[in-house]
């Protein structure tokens, strides 16, 4: 563990908003590694008001307003010492190159090993082991997922300056129905629908989030139910972050707003199709997963390239409700 008071870091995060929220826990153990040190963070613009661990600046990136290369000659001026790399691709070890950091510590892969330094292999085939233990790996094979969770540290107060002028129900259960990636991530929404019936039969309050394309799908679910809202497309990234902080209980896909909750460590129950929960499930002590696991899965497609969706299907609502009972 370094104490070097000289050492200035900065990290290049993912660009997906699930992957950004794994990575915190990478953040953290490298504010641990290096106590004393300066550690930027890269983010996607538009990520720069998440409450995320650092130690210096947040430097947002747009890659409609300016290419990798020009965005890493702007960082020469800072000298960093070490420039950690946790996408894959090629434009980010670019970046990285350009900088001028002394360090640029990624794994192989995407024709960019030569801009590296060092280029990390591999411990295991990537996707069979946590994402979270791939980037740790980058740090110090020694650390464990286990051992560095994803966090996001935020208090009552930032809380509440989040939510001015919304008003939610005192006590909720949200339902996140979405998945950017791609349908085969998304429990059909007459799953979700026969489940929030189930919900409200028992009493309970739930508010549905998403963006504004998975409106249509929470103004289904919440047709003829009372104690329903239905809040897709109503919120920004920082508002949607504290209505989860807030919530009793999130049931929703591997999506954005199930990394957010697991980063919360709050109690959520997460559903898999086409991933894999091996690689990108919560690493949440208050979570429960559920994962059909078929012969065809996981295929990390969009959409399934059979058209059945069964890992998706065959996981029934009754089967979700049992496992969210336990937080009613």
Known sequence: MSSSESEKIIIRTPNWLGDLMMSTAFINAVLEYYPEAQVDLIVRAGFENIPLPYRGNIVPFDKDKQSAGAFGRSLRKHNYDHFYILPPSFSSAWMAFCSGARKRIGHVGDFRNWLLKPAKSYQYAPRTQHLVKEYLNLLD?????????????????????????????????????????????????????????????????????????DYEAGETIRQGLERVENWCGQTSLTELIAILAKARLLISNDSGSMHIMTALQRPQIAIFGSTSPVWTGPLNPNAQTLYRNLSCSPCFQRTCRFGHYDCLHQIIPEQVFEKARSWF
């Open 141 to 213: 094979p020694s650390f464990s997922a286990k051992q560095s969770r994803p966090h996001l540290n935020i208090s009552e107060k930032w809380i509440d300056q989040q939510l001015q002028g919304k008003q939610l129900p005192e006590d909720y259960l949200v339902l996140a129905t979405g998945a950017i990636y791609g349908a085969a991530k998304q429990w059909p929404v007459a799953h979700f629908q026969r489940l929030a019936e189930q919900l409200i039969a028992h009493q309970q309050t739930l508010v549905i989030v998403g963006t504004q394309a």
